[in-house]
Structures are given as structure tokens and as C-alpha cells.
């Protein structure tokens, strides 16, 4: 009987936690603006500056645009 009322708590807190976690749901990654990861974007790689990221940028200055356009180099960019 207890083995019963566990499997019934447990369906009853995967069913809440389903129901809680299906808004949370984004296209693509937290890196990618909307849309930049369909189509043709076999290898899942983003344009560089602060149009192509989700997130809001304030201050974008020209070491940013650089060091992004550069990514993933192993030497950072000469404006730094």
C-alpha cells in the first residue's frame, strides 16, 4: 500500500513539475537572437554584434564588436 500511495505522489509532482516547466520553454539557446538558429544554420553558429544575442546590450563599444567578431580565435582582438 505504501509502495501505491509513492508511485501516486511521485505521477502527481512529474505531472506539476511538467505543468510548471512548459512556459519556460525558449527557441534555441540563451546566445541565439530569434531565429538566428533556423534554416540553413547547420553548425549552429550566431552573427556577431548586439542584434544577433537575446539579451538587451547598453553599452556595445568597438572592443566588444571586435572580440565578438573574433570568437572563438585564441588571441583576443588588437583594440584591447
Same mark, same amino acid.
Given at each position: 500500500?505504501?509502495?501505491?500511495?509513492?508511485?501516486?505522489?511521485?505521477?502527481?509532482?512529474?505531472?506539476?513539475?511538467?505543468?510548471?516547466?512548459? /512556459?519556460?520553454?525558449?527557441?534555441?539557446?540563451?546566445?541565439?537572437?530569434?531565429?538566428?538558429?533556423?534554416?540553413? /544554420?547547420?553548425?549552429?553558429?550566431?552573427?556577431?554584434?548586439?542584434?544577433?544575442?537575446?539579451?538587451?546590450?547598453?553599452?556595445?563599444?568597438?572592443?566588444?564588436?571586435?572580440?565578438?567578431?573574433?570568437?572563438?580565435?585564441?588571441?583576443?582582438?588588437?583594440?584591447?
Amino acid at each position: 500500500m505504501a509502495l501505491l500511495k509513492l508511485a501516486v505522489v511521485g505521477a502527481a509532482a512529474y505531472g506539476l513539475y511538467k505543468y510548471a516547466t512548459q /512556459n519556460r520553454l525558449h527557441e534555441g539557446k540563451a546566445a541565439f537572437a530569434t531565429g538566428e538558429t533556423d534554416g540553413a /544554420n547547420f553548425a549552429k553558429v550566431r552573427n556577431a554584434g548586439p542584434d544577433s544575442i537575446r539579451s538587451d546590450v547598453k553599452n556595445w563599444d568597438k572592443a566588444d564588436q571586435a572580440s565578438d567578431e573574433s570568437f572563438p580565435a585564441s588571441d583576443p582582438p588588437a583594440t584591447y
